[in-house]
């Protein structure tokens, strides 16, 4: 009976934090419309306001940021399982090497073969009108213009 009661008890403690932690799409999208309208208000305390109001914007900003990652982490904690993915063979001759922004890829690195085609189940932003295309590279994921092979954004360590 003990340890049934301490079960029960256990299931009852940790059942709350993994329902509230997981967040709906909706909510996510809620928190990006508040990181643009606080950029909107920065941008306007930058062109009409004095300094106290630019700080306030600029805190405000980084308060919605904040709130925006991790409402991030919490999705990526409570669907873990949507980020391990197999092992990741790169184009023949691959060696893993960090990228940042401005890095060029030769297009053996961003072909059809490693695009993330529902960027939208990764939580990934949009990609940009055009010639953008969200790319695996190792455990990273990489946006890429495909016209010029350039790296637009990395996030390091996504897949697990």
Same mark, same amino acid.
């Given at each position: 009976? %003990?340890?049934?009661?301490?079960?029960?008890?256990?299931?009852?403690?940790?059942? !709350?934090?993994?329902?509230?932690?997981? $967040?709906?799409?909706? *909510?996510?999208?809620?928190? $990006?419309?508040?990181?643009?309208?606080? $950029?909107?208000?920065?941008?306007?305390?930058?062109?009409? =306001?004095?300094? %106290?109001?630019?700080? *306030?914007?600029?805190?405000?900003?980084? *308060?919605?940021? %904040?709130?925006?990652?991790?409402?991030?982490?919490?999705?990526?904690?409570?669907?873990?399982?949507?980020?391990? %993915?197999? =092992?990741?063979?790169? !184009?023949?001759? &691959?060696?893993?090497? !960090?990228?940042?922004?401005?890095?060029?890829?030769?297009?053996?690195?961003?072909?059809?073969?490693?695009?993330?085609?529902? !960027? &939208?189940? &990764?939580?990934?932003?949009?990609?940009?009108?055009?010639?953008?295309?969200?790319?695996? &590279?190792?455990?990273?994921?990489?946006?890429?213009?495909?016209?010029? =092979?350039?790296?637009?954004?990395?996030?390091?360590?996504?897949?697990?």
């Amino acid at each position: 009976m %003990r340890k049934i009661m301490i079960a029960a008890l256990a299931a009852a403690t940790i059942l !709350p934090a993994g329902v509230a932690s997981a $967040q709906s799409a909706r *909510e996510v999208r809620q928190s $990006q419309r508040e990181v643009r309208e606080s $950029q909107r208000e920065l941008a306007e305390a930058r062109r009409y =306001g004095d300094r %106290r109001d630019v700080r *306030e914007a600029r805190r405000e900003v980084r *308060e919605d940021r %904040r709130e925006l990652r991790e409402d991030w982490r919490d999705y990526r904690r409570a669907h873990g399982d949507v980020y391990r %993915r197999g =092992g990741y063979e790169g !184009p023949r001759g &691959y060696r893993y090497r !960090p990228v940042s922004v401005g890095y060029r890829f030769t297009p053996d690195y961003y072909g059809r073969r490693y695009w993330i085609n529902d !960027p &939208y189940t &990764y939580r990934l932003p949009r990609p940009g009108y055009g010639y953008q295309r969200w790319v695996r &590279y190792g455990n990273d994921v990489v946006l890429v213009d495909t016209r010029s =092979g350039r790296v637009v954004q990395v996030y390091n360590r996504f897949f697990y």
